[in-house]
């Protein structure tokens, strides 16, 4: 089923002030999306993943937001929720979280790259471009032997065959060590840092420790940043800052 596109934010913080609210966010995202594509100079960035130090650093909203925005860009475009332990997505966009990644794992096999099955619909109503949702699906016993198998590495190949961008929710690194198989088999990862919570050091050791096993670090998004400082929210850094 093909839905309209108005997923919620999903934070507990107040309602934005009417200062906040005449800043345009899509503007940061649209930002962030030209900011992946000229990030490198040798290939495409089809796949990214998104991953943070902690819970609760708002890495699901970049995701989310990056992935909404790409559409008017690519025409297809698929976010996919990894944090199998603690999924997100699926509130935000509010679909059932009854099929999702897990369940294409399990039948992978069989899996048609083609057929929706596994995948929530979104039609954008200011473009022809679609976005396409895989929620984690149900709870498995090992989420990184999952996302460390060799299926999980074909999934992504069959995946860039059929869709234009792909976003990757993955879990934080400092919480689990999911995240790293999965930085692993995309073509970068962004980092996201709160400026109200993410210690520095942590991040520099959860960092230094995604690029020891082969990730290609794209560059950072700070978020959390207080209003007066609002034109800094979710800036996009080079790795090399």
Do not use: W
Request: glycine letters at 4%; charged letters at 25%; one cysteine or more.
């Amino acid at each position: 089923m093909e839905r309209k596109l108005a997923p919620k934010r999903h934070d507990k913080r107040k309602k934005k002030t009417v200062k906040q609210s005449q800043f345009d966010f899509s503007e940061v995202y649209r930002q962030l999306r030209t900011n992946i594509e000229y990030s490198q100079f040798e290939g495409d960035i089809q796949v990214v993943n998104l991953t943070s130090t902690n819970p609760a650093e708002g890495k699901s909203s970049v995701a989310s937001n990056l992935a909404t925005v790409s559409i008017a860009k690519y025409h297809n475009v698929l976010l996919m929720d990894c944090d199998l332990r603690k999924p997100v997505q699926h509130k935000i966009f509010n679909v059932s979280n009854k099929v999702g990644l897990s369940n294409l794992m399990k039948n992978f096999d069989s899996f048609d790259v083609n057929d929706d099955t596994y995948f929530q619909k979104f039609k954008d109503n200011t473009s022809d471009g679609k976005l396409y949702l895989l929620t984690s699906g149900m709870k498995v016993p090992n989420p990184l032997e999952l996302l460390s198998s060799e299926k999980f590495k074909h999934l992504i190949e069959k995946l860039r065959t059929r869709f234009d961008f792909i976003v990757i929710d993955c879990p934080p690194v400092d919480a689990v060590a999911d995240a790293i198989p999965v930085s692993t088999v995309t073509d970068g990862t962004i980092y996201v840092v709160s400026a109200k919570e993410t210690n520095k050091n942590d991040a520099k050791a959860a960092i230094t420790q995604l690029q020891r096993n082969g990730a290609n670090i794209l560059g950072t998004v700070l978020t959390k940043v207080e209003a007066e400082a609002k034109h800094y929210y979710g800036y996009y850094y080079n790795s090399e800052s």
